[in-house]
T-cell receptor, first 112, second 110 residues
Framework: DAGVIQSPRHEVTEMGQEVTLRCKPISGHDYLFWYRQTMMRGLELLIYFNNNVPIDDSGMPEDRFSAKMPNASFSTLKIQPSEPRDSAVYFC??????????FGQGTRLTVV | GEDVEQSLFLSVREGDSSVINCTYTDSSSTYLYWYKQEPGAGLQLLTYIFSNMDMKQDQRLTVLLNKKDKHLSLRIADTQTGDSAIYFCAEIEGAQKLVFGQGTRLTINP
């Protein structure tokens, strides 16, 4: 397996634009997580899914953020409209229950 | 919510031992993890410990767990330049909610 695959690796967008981040988890994993990493706030859990169902979205900052998992092999994190304070590295991770989480390489988002 | 706390920075000399500390708050956590993040990369699992263990050793790595004080530490023996990274401790809350500390940036001095 190629591991958790995220795209794009880098995204630069203008304030107000819609941004979509994509994640392909490891095949067979039934948990998927979205994290955001910034210097100020460290690594924050935004949302996680179990068997494609959102379990806890309490970390999603505001209504501008939404996440979907239409099937077991794909998830998206969307920001609409984007703002400069959304600039961060966004990580996707997947796991089986009670085992380690495997992380993707991250998407570095810059909103100008 | 529960918090996982770590000091932000640690600087050691090459060849010395590094000890990175972490405190957690969820006493029901069954697994505790140490992850390593190198520049520009995602997090990779270094090691983990079950909550019913006090210590785990894996080559140069030693994990100590004090459940009474909810304190976790990672010791790296004979620290090398390749150990420079950010180290995160993490606990599982509930079934699988993985919560991370802020990360400790380890710097190696020659």
């Amino acid at each position: 397996d190629a591991g958790v695959i995220q795209s794009p690796r880098h995204e630069v967008t203008e304030m107000g634009q819609e941004v979509t981040l994509r994640c392909k988890p490891i095949s067979g994993h039934d948990y998927l997580f979205w994290y955001r990493q910034t210097m100020m706030r460290g690594l924050e859990l935004l949302i996680y899914f179990n068997n494609n169902v959102p379990i806890d979205d309490s970390g999603m900052p505001e209504d501008r953020f939404s996440a979907k998992m239409p099937n077991a092999s794909f998830s998206t994190l969307k920001i609409q409209p984007s703002e400069p304070r959304d600039s961060a590295v966004y990580f996707c991770a997947s796991s089986l229950v009670r085992t380690e989480a495997f992380f993707g390489q991250g998407t570095r988002l810059t909103v100008v | 919510g529960e918090d996982v706390e770590q000091s932000l920075f640690l600087s050691v000399r090459e060849g010395d031992s590094s000890v990175i500390n972490c405190t957690y708050t969820d006493s029901s956590s069954t697994y505790l993890y140490w992850y390593k993040q190198e520049p520009g990369a995602g997090l990779q699992l270094l090691t983990y410990i079950f909550s019913n263990m006090d210590m785990k050793q894996d080559q140069r790595l030693t994990v100590l767990l004090n459940k009474k004080d909810k304190h976790l530490s990672l010791r790296i023996a004979d620290t090398q330049t390749g150990d420079s990274a950010i180290y995160f401790c993490a606990e599982i809350e509930g079934a699988q909610k993985l919560v991370f500390g802020q990360g400790t940036r380890l710097t190696i001095n020659p």
